[in-house]
């Protein structure tokens, strides 16, 4: 099915309509707006096998993972609706009068955050549930009280409208007015930029590619009134492979890597797309095992020909560049009868070949090109001359979503100017393990120095992602009947704050 | 005295040696960071006498004034450094593993908030003390970890100087390396482009004009790396007078506003540049007293001759717009002979004179010159024709600091959906006071929506700016060995922090 894209009008009305039923959803009790969020996460399980059906087809990601993706969409939803509700977002702040206080009496103010306003959200290509129309985004900026106008990804648009009319079903179950949620197609870049150029919106959500993102960034910059963009660009997430622990664990880490670099046919935001290492026998064992188990591993279609053309064309770029030995291909792709079939390219087989690349740290030093990320089933190993060309690799990257330490905890400590060095590039810092797989936590930081994010300070995954869509206000000496009830000193909703210097969740 | 500005290869040595220095700063025990941050206020309150003495020469602003704004200065660097010794800036959550979950485990996974790393301060011209070198800034990017690199503001470069030596001999009696602060001069506009655009700094606080807060937030977006720029920018503190107060309070309000437009020679910030009300005999009345209580406060001089200067020209530009009318103008300047001295303009006398103007709302609406800021002693009275165009009025006024409502309880419910507009537009909302006088207190919002601050999201008063100048970062899987302090099973320092979503301050 095609969707027309939205009118110049049809945008500007749509945020009218957000601007004007703001205040309405703003001030909605809590229970109620946890109630609509609770009532999507409803709407998508009870229509689950009709949405995954839909994304399957529109984006080749298997059946098993996108059910498992609508879970955990819904937990989002349900989750960050119960944050909100529990008001861990709003950072209550209460100190109360001195009106004896010399020389002047001090006034009684309290603070708390306050919905930003209308959100835009862009839905992402590689998460058609979790990061897209219902996704991550959405679910924080509605459990923040703000309206948000979703630009559906042109890729999955029928899954995307399709999860629109569940959102605007629940939406008016609840009795909230038809700005709180609308739905926007726009495959011409132009939307996007109409969307985030009007004046009447406060922020953006963008999960995509870095120009994509940086792109959408610089438009916010430039308003006359400049807003907040959280796009979340992806990064390579180096993996540091320390010494003592390649020794006694060599084969074991690159069974684990096998299955990293190459899940979902690599199209995670998290995917390791750098493994660095000193030259030693354990890092040859380390390769010789990965490359055995990547060659046994199937090519498979991705999310859509313009993906699959871009992995094809950065992938063979980075093969073809000086000093870089291709360690391991995929098995390619078959016709039904047996004959190889035509790869990547031209949208004509979207296939994802599982590769791992091996190049020196030297190398990697002197080529940039080598340090853009490979989005797809690629992996590429950087072997060092030594633990002190490791660390110069770690002091030129760029900023990461996740870093990686293989080691013991002996390494660790050998080498803590190495690890201080790499917590400085990265939001999650992941300890023998592997960086794919992103729990939605409280303490989840998803999120790291630009460019893996365009703001370091936020995440995009787990309920602190609500704080992206608020800002604090501040009341002096209002009267206790005009406060929003969260600052009333009867605290009826039991929120933790912090009252005068100390933490309480009673009344005052 | 004079200072020559920075080199550009001095401007870089710096950088450098913040950056190296952060390491070490970054992980020094909170005790330390809070002893140091207590030392600088003990150096400074030591050096009380010497530091008004200069400032007084070089500002203009009175003894009394200046010494209780060093004392402001001193209980923000101690209660920003108790603060972050308590951890509050923190956010820390952890979630334990659940090794049993289907599909599969749970890591461990546990965040807090880091240091960005070194933050350029620059001086603010209206506060030597509590918005300069040691100032709000300094002391939230001390206490977050951060090294600080200060351009001393070149309208009190001694007091700077002064300030900045205490702050190196605190530095060094804690036996801190080199690189914490570095205090740089520079009165060429382009030693604060090279600052911001440095590639090793990490954020930037100004407090000052829109022009220069915003050429900086440009410079900064346009970095390869964008950094957050945190700029107050001030803003016209809009003051809305509701007819049932002003029935019964007119003359009592109107003593307030004296008071509050021409403290400190206008030269707040939150002064009060807009009054608004119903044309009504209780509005001629508090226009009257107001006008009887201005004409009799005296000119003085303002902070240096650049701020008069645009004082006098924004002032008379003001007045001599259609419609525009003068209501009280304040005793003007003699010379010691008892002749009229000269005033304003080109540096000969630097005075501020109390002026109240007035027009319609009508008038307002339709000259976009009368709604910038004129800062000093001067507010203008807007005359609407009924409470529609004052909320006419509101809905077209930029972000702002603050709102301020002269209301009864009644007004209030009587005009909620002015007080919900107001709200809109501000960071903090004061309920029959005046905007002038900001408490440092954890509940205060100091920032509001743009052009007010750069971002609404963040204040500049209070401990809540300390996360101005941090990010969190994830820690999954790591030994309890490794991990920093504050995230430890044992929670040595009795941290709140969120663990498994309940709040706790004990041990794991």
């Known amino acids: 099915m095609t969707y027309t894209d939205a009118t110049i009008p049809e945008i500007d009305q749509a945020m ?22 609770h009532a999507i996460a409803s709407g998508l399980e009870a229509n689950i096998e009709d949405l995954v059906a839909t994304a ?16 955990r969409t819904c937990w989002q939803l349900r989750s960050y609706a119960d944050a909100a509700f529990a008001g861990r977002h709003l950072d209550i702040r209460i100190d109360t009068a001195l009106p004896d206080r010399k020389p002047a009496p001090r006034p009684d103010i309290r603070k708390m955050m306050v919905p930003l306003g209308p959100v835009v959200v862009f839905g992402s290509s590689n998460f058609p549930f979790a990061y897209s129309t219902a996704g991550g985004d959405t679910a924080c900026a509605l459990a923040a009280g703000c309206p948000v106008i979703v630009k559906a990804h042109p890729a999955h648009a029928e899954t995307s409208e399709k999860v629109a ?7 008016s179950a609840n009795g909230l ?14 939307i996007g930029g109409a969307l985030v150029s009007h004046p009447l919106v406060k922020a953006v959500g963008f999960t995509g590619s870095t120009s994509g993102g940086k792109a959408l960034f610089d438009l916010a910059a430039q308003r ?3 807003i907040p963009v959280f796009s979340e660009m992806g990064s390579t997430n180096p993996v540091f492979l320390l010494p003592g622990k390649l020794k006694t664990s060599a084969k074991e880490v690159a069974k684990w890597y096998s299955g990293s670099i190459t899940l979902s046919v690599g199209q995670f935001c998290t995917n390791p797309g750098l493994l660095l290492g000193v030259a030693s026998a354990e890092l040859t064992e380390f390769a010789t095992e990965l490359s055995k188990l990547m060659a046994q591993l199937p090519s498979a279609p991705m999310l859509h020909p313009g993906i699959a053309k871009a992995y094809a064309q950065k992938r063979e770029a980075a093969l073809s560049q000086k000093g870089v030995e291709t360690l391991a291909v995929g098995v390619l792709p078959v016709n039904s009868d047996g004959s190889a079939a035509p790869v990547g390219g031209s949208g004509v087989a979207a296939e994802g070949i599982p ?10 030093l002197a080529n940039p090109l080598l340090h853009q990320e490979v989005f797809g089933p690629y992996s590429l190993l950087i072997e060092c001359a030594d633990l002190g060309e490791v660390k110069e690799v770690a002091a030129h990257l760029e900023g990461q979503l996740t870093s ?7 390494d660790m400590l050998d080498h803590a100017d190495l690890v201080a060095l790499v917590q400085e590039h990265c939001g ?20 790291g120095p630009y460019p893996a994010t365009t703001d370091s300070r936020f995440t995009s995954v787990g309920e602190d992602g609500i704080r992206r869509f608020v800002r604090p206000v501040a009341f002096q000496n209002y009267p206790n009947a005009l406060l929003p009830e969260a600052l009333k000193n009867e605290n009826a909703g039991g929120y933790w704050r912090l009252v005068n210097g100390e933490w309480s969740n009673k009344a005052i």
């Open 355 to 364: 590769t791992l690349a091996k190049t020196s740290g030297a190398n990697f």
């Open 56 to 71: 399957m087809e529109e984006t080749h990601l298997g059946y098993d993972r996108l059910k498992g993706e609508v879970a």
């Open 16 to 37: 009218h309509q957000a601007a004007q039923d703001f205040y309405y959803y703003k001030n909605l009790s809590p229970a109620v707006r946890r109630q609509f969020m």
């Open 428 to 447: 999650r810092i992941i300890f023998n393990g592997v960086p794919t797989g992103v729990e939605v936590v409280a303490s989840m930081q998803h999120g």
């Open 165 to 171: 009319k569940i959102i605007s079903e629940a939406a």
């Open 404 to 410: 990686t330490l293989i080691a013991t905890e002996a």
């Open 177 to 190: 007015p038809k700005g709180v949620f609308a739905h926007i197609h726009g495959a011409d870049f132009d």
């Open 224 to 226: 006359k009134e400049p």
